[in-house]
Nanobody, 123 residues
């Protein structure tokens, strides 16, 4: 059974950094595009970043470009999201997801999802 488990969330002050991790089991990550999404209270689900099975191809939503870096280690079946210069508006539950294709920013194109990890950025 495929499973994605996120970790690394927490409380951080504005300007700080966090590194989220996503551990995959039951699926081989190098067959999937991996994405990070987030949802803040009262807001819609939002795509954050994605990385293709070719690690050099990455995508970011404009609001996190130059602050977040997505990476993957297929040998460990892990995906990471390094978040820097965090802002209060980055506060959300962050989800890891796996997709075999489709649009990187479209949640409906992702087949597997983790349970999420809370990131809270205080001002």
């Amino acid at each position: 059974q495929a499973q994605l488990v996120e970790s690394g969330g927490g409380l951080v002050q504005a300007g700080g950094s966090l590194r989220l991790s996503c551990a995959a089991s039951g699926l081989t990550l190098d067959h999937y595009r991996m994405g990070w999404f987030r949802q803040a209270p009262g807001k819609e689900h939002e795509s954050v970043a994605a990385i293709s099975w070719n690690p050099s191809r990455t995508n970011y939503t404009d609001s996190v470009n130059d602050r977040f870096i997505i990476s993957r280690d297929n040998t460990k079946n892990m995906v990471y999201l390094q978040m820097t210069v965090l802002k209060p508006e980055d506060t959300a539950v962050y989800y890891c997801a796996a997709s075999r294709g489709g649009r990187w920013y479209y949640g409906e194109d992702y087949e597997y999802w983790g349970q999420g990890t809370q990131v809270t950025v205080s001002s």
